[in-house]
């Protein structure tokens, strides 16, 4: 980047602002649009993936779910790309990492990356279009938003992309469990809206609010763009400026989420979720306990409540984790328990799933005593350590997956969408380095805090969801009585014009682009394309008879070994019991020491025990199949020894028959599949349905499809000492 200092104009932008930012290896540039006010924020360093966002401040009045709904309109055709899914079209020609829209509480947010520099232009031109100078047809409202539609029988329905989707979310459980944790406690602000619309709202919405919505939104005065990567400031602010930003005038946006008052006194509420015919309600209910924290610009409170979720629910033997897991009063922890950062006020929640809802005031009392004895008598150092080292890790850590700079992207926009500098909770080393001498000199530093933030805390809510066979019912009750309604109003003018406009609607479907407009979609040429081949050197060696494969790459500091075993011949009772056995052996317990002292061990000395199954067919005989057991684990490259001694000791001596921890451990694997069911059908149905196509698929859907989820219900239906000990002796063999 050519020399400029704060203060100092380009291509339209002003530089507020230099940080260094050494644990990124680049500086942070603070950047504003002289005519709009667009803040921008460029992490410049080496790194050649890059990736920019436009993210926009989109908060919530109701619950037609009109930020939800423009999330997926604006990417079905601009301005300069008047095509109908610009989004594909551009994926077909691309290198990107990552290329995706979201739209979070009060956010919406437009993320891509790629590491070929003219695909990553590409792709902001086609966004920045997008969101800037959508076409917003109203064909593509009743498409992803609501439209009225008879069906054969001349029935009038509802449909749209989004409207079934939420239909979809508030049919699953643990959503409506995890939805109604923050919002029951801001009931003043526009957090108790759903972003995302409720079934019976998103009707709502008229194509004119709609509209209206974006026009007053989606402006560069109320947009943050974040641009991380090798790619050099100007150039970008070059392009931004010239294309997009030049025509623009600031505009002032009201966002501002309203102040929730605080309680004097704790809240509850019941809700009812989904309850198929055949099932009994007994069991299945879900209480969660939810405080209201501090303001996110805190970045020192932000990782201390970061590192405190650590050590009261990271593993099993975590204090809060066990007591709610061996209360008795429920089946295992609510998958929504812990701290929630994508709010501007942060939120805790702990949760128990599998139970019923008169546990309601022993469940209240488990945690409420749980936390006046860890003020009491304190927490282990040890698990301070290790929680401390855990965050740190993860932090440390280059996960592969999805980009760097995206994770770093979440981090920045958490305090700067709300008026923070874009480095208020980017930053960590800092921070970390500041909590570590807190805790240092003041021993009771996290007692403190479960003292402040949770003892004296009576901003807390109780939700209780229980399903509830009526549920479903009730819903649909609801939404035939607005569509009769509507029918009964409907003359023959309404009807022609419901009909015209899906017939519309079908003809936009079903004709294709034009392909001049096709054309204009940017893409990558075979000349674009990198020449240089990216070779990863692995060297191989033998212990014993063990071939061991070394691959020395930079990772930070953290070292990654993976276990494989051949794992052919056996039955197909005990294939379906393989996801039990290697979760026993990553989660089990040692001949001298209990399981939640393991998990306790792992968190000090590793930053992560895990294992998966893999059947693939042998190169380059297709016939052969090869079944896998894998077990990873990654460790700080000084803890090592103390972390490979552990994991030897439990591949040689986990105690993988023990009764509580069997019944434990199968009760968790039901509830979590029963859980990804609804927002995962799509994954289920295509891997059942591909299974019948290869036996390496088939093997799959035993391990991890819906094979497995009925023969976990198979085994749970009886968990005597009697079932157990035969369980036991099989994972033994």
């Known amino acids: 980047m050519q020399t400029i200092k704060p203060g100092d104009s380009i291509h339209g932008f002003t530089l507020v602002s230099v940080s260094d930012q050494e644990e990124y290896k680049g500086k942070g540039y603070t950047f504003k649009h002289n005519k709009t006010g667009m803040e921008l924020f460029h992490l410049h360093n080496n790194d050649t993936e890059n990736l920019f966002s436009f993210s926009f401040k989109t908060p919530a009045y109701d619950n037609s779910g009109v930020a939800h709904i423009l999330e997926h309109s604006v990417l079905s055709g601009s301005k300069q790309y008047p095509v109908k899914d610009p989004f594909m079209a551009l994926m077909k020609g691309s290198m990107n990492t990552f290329l995706n829209a979201m739209t979070y509480p009060e956010k919406t947010v437009y993320p891509a990356a790629s590491p070929v520099e003219k695909d990553y232009f590409n792709m902001m031109s086609v ?10 047809k109203k064909e593509v409202f009743h498409q992803e938003g609501h439209r009225l539609e008879f069906d054969d029988e001349g029935h009038l329905n509802i449909v749209g992309i989004v409207f079934n989707e939420m239909k979809g979310a508030y049919s699953d459980h643990d959503s409506i469990v995890g939805e109604w944790c923050y919002r029951s406690l801001l009931p003043d ?33 109320n947009c ?16 931004l400026e010239d294309k997009f930003l030049n025509t623009f005038e600031y505009k002032a946006v009201n966002t501002e989420i309203r102040e929730q008052k605080r309680w004097n006194k704790p809240y509850s509420l019941e809700l009812t979720s989904p309850l198929t015919e055949n099932e009994k309600p007994e069991g299945k209910s879900t209480i969660a306990l939810n405080w209201l924290m501090n303001d996110i610009g805190n970045p020192l409170e932000l990782l201390s409540l970061e590192v405190l979720s650590e050590i009261l629910l990271a593993n099993t ?3 809060l984790y066990k007591a709610v897991v061996d209360s008795g009063l429920g089946e295992d922890l609510s998958p929504v328990s812990g701290l929630e950062t994508d709010v501007r006020e942060l939120i805790f929640s702990v949760g128990i799933r599998g139970t019923d809802p008169d546990k309601k005031e022993a469940f209240e009392k488990l945690i409420e005593d749980e936390f006046l004895n860890l003020t009491k008598n304190g927490l282990l150092p040890d698990i301070i350590r290790g929680a401390l080292k855990r965050v740190e890790f993860r932090n440390r850590e ?14 920045t926009l958490r305090g700067w969408l709300h008026g923070y500098s874009p480095e208020t909770t980017l930053e960590f ?20 805090l479960i003292e402040k933030l949770f003892v004296q805390n009576k901003h807390r809510s109780t939700i209780i969801v229980r399903p509830d066979s009526e549920h479903t019912t009730k819903q649909e009750e609801a939404l035939n009585l607005r569509i009769n309604n509507i029918q009964t109003t409907l003359n023959k003018e309404k009807e022609d014009l419901i009909r015209k406009d899906n017939e519309t609607l079908r003809i936009f479907q079903d004709t294709p682009d034009s392909e001049a407009d096709t054309l204009k979609i940017p893409s990558l040429s075979l000349e674009d394309l990198p020449r240089d081949i990216t070779y990863i050197n692995t060297d191989l060696l033998h212990i014993g008879d063990i071939p061991v494969y070394s691959h020395d790459l930079f990772t930070n500091g953290i070292d990654y070994v993976d276990f494989s075993f051949d794992i052919k011949g056996l039955s197909e009772e005990e294939n379906s019991f393989l996801p039990l056995f290697t979760k026993i052996i990553t989660s089990g317990s040692l001949p001298d020491i209990p399981y939640n002292e393991v998990a306790r061990l792992l968190t000090l000395n590793t930053g992560g025990f895990g294992s998966f199954l893999e059947s693939a067919l042998v190169h380059p005989d297709r016939n052969l199949v090869r079944d896998i057991a894998f077990f990873r684990v990654k460790f700080l490259e000084n803890d090592y020894k103390k972390a490979l001694d552990l994991i030897f000791r439990l591949f040689t001596e986990s105690k993988i028959s023990e009764e509580k921890r069997l019944k434990d451990v199968l009760t968790e694997m039901k509830n979590d599949y029963i859980s990804a069911i609804i927002p995962s059908g799509n994954a289920f149905a295509n891997l059942r349905a591909s299974s019948r196509l290869s036996e390496t698929l088939r093997r799959e859907e035993r391990w991890r499809g819906i094979d497995q989820l009925l023969f976990l219900n198979r085994v749970n239906e009886d968990l005597g000492s009697d079932s157990l000990k035969k369980i036991g002796d099989i994972l033994e063999t």
């Open 127 to 136: 966004y920045a279009d997008a969101v800037f100078f959508p076409l917003l």
């Open 317 to 319: 033997g975590s204090p």
């Open 398 to 411: 280059i996960k592969g997956g999805a980009p760097f700079g995206l994770r770093l992207m979440g981090k």
């Open 429 to 448: 080393t800092r921070w970390m380095e500041k909590l570590k001498t807190s805790v240092t000199e003041d021993n009771r530093y996290f007692e403190k």
């Open 189 to 221: 602000t526009q957090y108790y809206y759903d972003s995302g619309g409720e079934p019976e709202a998103i009707p709502d919405l008229t194509y004119g609010q709609f509209k209206e919505y974006h026009e007053t939104y989606y402006h560069p005065s």
């Open 224 to 239: 943050k763009v974040f641009l991380y990567g090798n790619i050099p400031s100007e150039k970008q602010l070059q392009f």
